[in-house]
């Protein structure tokens, strides 16, 4: 008996939140979230194409080869808003997530819908993790004028963190519901190394 498989390469696609909140970092002496997620993006397009898969940005053209990485590095610098998924493809999905969870339900149900799987990347700053401010703090949020002061911003820490886990949660239900079941958290500084998968 023999058997016989077709094998065809499959086609990986990466999408980095264009927000502007997301190209940001707590402190200037490690990498923003921005920063963290095209290296992640980049090291496993590296993987991928060794791997003899298609890859692409959404928005842009895959390739295969030995340019491929090369020219996701070049696709990765120019962001993509939502774009319609391609059918049947892998798409990988590298963000803060702090959109709304129902902008998210509407992002992955599109996927969904063209038949499109993958995985959700986390990325998070340590501050958002630990928020350890203390006393009067001036919150801004990057890219707009939207400001929030706070007199003890330490008093804040615990109702932060519960409205935090709840979204994440969330977040990762959806990915559940629309077949993106990996939900990890990829800190921007390797001093630790914490993820709910």
């Known amino acids: 008996m023999r058997e016989q498989e077709r094998e065809a390469a499959q086609t990986a696609w990466f999408w980095i939140d264009p927000d502007a909140g997301f190209n940001w970092a707590s402190d200037t002496s490690r990498p923003t979230k921005l920063h963290r997620a095209r290296a992640i993006a980049l090291a496993l397009g590296i993987v991928l194409s060794r791997g003899g898969e298609r890859i692409g940005a959404l928005g842009h053209a895959p390739r295969s080869g030995a340019r491929a990485v090369d020219r996701l590095a070049h696709d990765l610098l120019r962001p993509t808003h939502d774009v319609e998924a391609p059918s049947n ?7 803060d997530f702090y959109a709304p969870v129902e902008t998210w339900r509407a992002r992955l149900r599109a996927c969904a819908c063209a038949g499109a799987s993958g995985a959700l990347v986390m ?75």
């Open 89 to 95: 493809a892998c798409v990988i999905f590298l963000s």
């Open 123 to 197: 990325i998070a700053d340590p501050a958002e993790e630990d928020f350890p401010f203390r006393g009067r703090t001036l919150f801004q949020a990057p890219g707009s004028r939207t400001e929030m002061l706070i007199g003890r911003a330490e008093a804040a820490r615990d109702t932060y963190t519960d409205r935090l886990e709840t979204h994440r949660r969330a977040i990762r239900q959806l990915g559940g519901e629309f077949h993106f079941p990996r939900c990890c958290i990829a800190p921007t500084t390797m001093r630790r190394s914490r993820s709910p998968c």
